[in-house]
């Protein structure tokens, strides 16, 4: 499985940005979709969940600013950012648990996008 994120870039703070993440190859299920976040010299932190069943998660302190959605049908799952900051500036990975088939389950990521924000 190939997991692929875009949508990153360079925004003021105040600004949006829109990022999304396609898998692709043999995928009998997806299960769940993540969005985490690493900024330098940070671990690796959780932005947003969203499960098979629509159960949505965020970090708390994101709550109300960014909104994550995911359409199975296209494969893919979405970030909407709004009113960023510059400690939103990071890279911003997508992880994808998948059944390959009715037995394999994956739990896979993708290379990164990287979110700059200026002041």
């Known amino acids: 499985v190939q997991v692929v994120e875009s949508g990153g870039g360079l925004v003021q703070a105040g600004g949006s940005l829109k990022l999304s993440c396609t898998a692709s190859?043999?995928?009998?299920?997806?299960?769940?979709w993540g969005w985490y976040r690493q900024a330098p010299g940070k671990p690796r932190e959780l932005v947003a969940l969203?499960?098979?069943?629509?159960?949505?998660r965020y970090e708390d302190s994101l709550k109300g600013r960014f909104t994550v959605s995911r359409d199975d049908t296209r494969k893919a799952q979405y970030l909407q950012m709004n009113s960023l900051t510059p400690e939103d500036k990071a890279d911003y990975y997508c992880?994808?648990?998948?059944?390959?088939?009715?037995?394999?389950?994956?739990?896979?990521w993708g290379q990164g996008t990287q979110v700059t924000v200026s002041s």
């Open positions: 992880n994808v648990d998948v059944h390959a088939d009715a037995n394999n389950e994956q739990n896979n």
């Open positions: 190859g043999t995928i009998f299920k997806i299960n769940d």
């Open positions: 969203i499960s098979g069943r629509g159960g949505i």
